[in-house]
């Protein structure tokens, strides 16, 4: 990321807060995590429309679009734990099995290095907890 752009980037980042805290003071302390509490999975035939044959009907259907996901947010590491845990849940969802889920985050050690891969599979360890308790 450039000089200029990181300076665009928190800029935007200030503004937010700003806006968030003139709209609502209360939303200054959000803390995002909460939404999967309030959703945690996206109804089947949001999952389809999202992830499956409605945007691309000829394409990967929602089971291997979201394993694709689950790689992708492995690289990003911490920053997407949310999104990490909604997806794996979907995944599930959708038909992927654990081991698959794991498999995928093991192959992107390679791309996103180890610490990266370690915290997805905790994160993926918890998801596969919660849905053992359930």
Known sequence: MTDGFAKLFA?????????????????????????????????????????????NR?????????????????VQGSLAEPQMRLSIRHALEAGATKREIAEVIYQMSMFAGLPAMQKAL?????????????
Do not use: C, H, Y
């Open 58 to 74: 000829d394409g990967l259907d929602a089971r291997t679009r979201l394993l694709v996901t689950i790689a992708a947010l492995t």
């Open 11 to 55: 800029q935007m980042i200030q503004q937010g807060q700003e806006m968030a805290r003139a709209f609502n003071p209360a939303l200054e302390n959000l803390d995002t995590r909460a939404f999967e509490k309030l959703m945690p999975v996206m109804p089947a035939e949001m999952l389809e429309m999202w992830f499956g044959k409605t945007f």
């Open 122 to 134: 905790e994160i993926a360890q918890s998801v596969f907890s919660e849905e053992n308790e359930e």
